[in-house]
């Protein structure tokens, strides 16, 4: 009689364990199946366009490292977009992260998305994914799980994106049924993400849970959710909030086999741009564990031990220092690369920013500027491309080069050279051997505030 269960598939201590290829570094992986979660018009479409995009490109997404060993092929399958509306925002997240013409080229070559909408109001077959084979319109069709197997294959890729779940399926979600659905779809797929919406919010909100407050409490509001938690391997969580006209979308997620991505506020930047991402501005919980790593003068740490060893020397107690690493790391402020870490994006940002404290820890300009954005260069670009960045900036907007295009081209120029100027002045002149006025920066502090012989000072420890 055949066994019903074959030996490989029993675990044995002394073999060598096999790991999963990581997409994204504490967020997905290869074969992975992963429900997005979260109310109608909580931006998880363009929160899953941009996650596509950075895929594509082999670039982090919202401070998660991308680490697949090369760019990958994404398929995103749109049930619910209008064509313009793919367009705009397709074309708005390109311009937001300013791709070059090779990366909008290279873009363009690894991430398709089917406008599955378009194609059933032009009348075009295309089931739900457990519809038996029959007729439809006089015709004889596939079943939903052979015409969707056979759609994978014409368009094979590392990562689909299918959106939404309920119009894949027209099982009942809050039955044992979407477990099953869940499985066919992870068959065929692979590695696969689902945006689901959640049940309809009360009109009450303090009946309603929130994402910042409780991620797990909040996740019990989508439809099926046991059979969804019980299948899916990454849960991730989405909510968008309005709150004094400013608007927020909350993100997070949970694992089966991973630690927890606690919720992250996002910002869209700029605004109306499509780009939702990690505010720059340092959470106050947060702001005395950044300061006592920028005033560390320390460039790199060799592993997170290294960054606890730092902060506990200076009063932070070592659970704390642990949680707050996390934290960071989550913000962009720190980032983990090959089991070092060092500082991150949003942490060079912050050493320019005029702090309301003078300890050049702030939140940056109030109102929003971005030296690096204006000039078009990394955080990390040296002296040497600041300059010439600038210089070509200013001879492109130069006021004089375009005076026969007429006042608006002349009031656009003129704004274009009082950006670059100041951006330059933020970022060039002080790091050069030019004369400046001085600032105040975390490399040139008039004092450490941190100094071990002076430890006049007090961190909050249960944050």
């Given at each position: ?12 201590p002394a073999a060598t364990p096999s790991t999963s290829e990581t997409i994204f570094k504490g967020l997905l992986s290869k074969d ?432």
């Open positions: 009689m055949a066994t019903v269960i074959p030996n490989e598939f029993v675990f044995d992975e199946l992963a429900v997005w979660v979260g109310h109608e018009k909580s931006r998880k479409t363009t929160v899953g366009l941009k996650l596509a995009v950075c895929a594509a490109l082999g670039r982090d997404f919202l401070g998660f490292r991308f680490a697949a060993p090369c760019p990958l092929r994404v398929v995103m399958f749109d049930f619910e977009s209008k064509d313009d509306s793919i367009h705009r925002r397709y074309r708005r997240i390109c311009e937001a992260l300013r791709l070059s013409d090779e990366q909008c080229k290279l873009l363009a070559e690894n991430l398709e998305i089917v406008e599955l909408k378009k194609m059933r109001l032009q009348g075009v077959y295309v089931p739900k994914i457990d519809r038996p084979a029959g007729m439809w319109n006089g015709q004889k069709v596939l079943s939903g799980k052979d015409w969707w197997t056979q759609a994978a294959a014409e368009y094979p890729a590392d990562l689909y994106l299918v959106d939404p779940l309920r119009n894949l399926h027209g099982a009942k979600e809050n039955g044992s049924e979407i477990e099953e659905i869940l499985g066919l779809i992870h068959s065929i797929f692979k590695t696969v993400i689902l945006p689901h919406h959640m049940t309809k919010e009360s009109q009450n909100p303090k009946d309603n849970a929130q994402l910042s407050k409780n991620m797990r409490l909040f996740s019990e509001g989508c439809r099926g959710s046991g059979a969804i938690k019980g299948y899916a391997d990454v849960i991730i969580c989405q909510q968008h909030t309005v709150e004094h006209d400013v608007d927020t979308v909350w993100f997070g997620a949970f694992m089966k086999d991973a630690a927890d991505v606690d919720p992250i506020p996002l910002v869209e930047s700029p605004s109306e741009s499509f780009n939702w991402d990690l505010p720059i501005d340092v959470p106050d919980h947060l702001r005395k564990t950044l300061e006592i790593l920028l005033y560390s003068r320390i460039a790199s740490w060799p592993n997170r031990t290294a960054v606890v060893e730092t902060l506990v020397k200076l009063g932070l107690k070592e659970k704390t220092a642990y949680r707050h690493i996390k934290q960071l790391i989550q913000r962009r402020f720190l980032q983990e690369s090959h089991g070092k870490i060092i500082l991150g994006e949003n942490a060079k940002r912050a050493q320019y920013a005029d702090a309301d404290d003078g300890c050049g820890c702030g939140s940056g300009p109030s109102d929003g500027f971005d030296p690096y954005t204006v000039l078009g260069i990394n955080f990390t670009a040296t002296d040497e491309e600041i300059e010439s960045a600038y210089r070509e900036g200013m001879l492109k907007y130069h006021p004089d080069k375009g005076a026969k295009l007429g006042p608006e081209w002349q009031e656009f120029a003129n704004q274009k050279a009082r950006d670059l100027n100041r951006a330059y002045e933020m970022l060039g002149k002080p790091r050069g051997s030019r004369q400046a006025k001085p600032r105040k920066t975390a490399q040139s502090p008039p004092k450490h505030p941190y100094d071990t012989q002076n430890r006049a000072f007090e961190v909050v420890n249960s944050m």
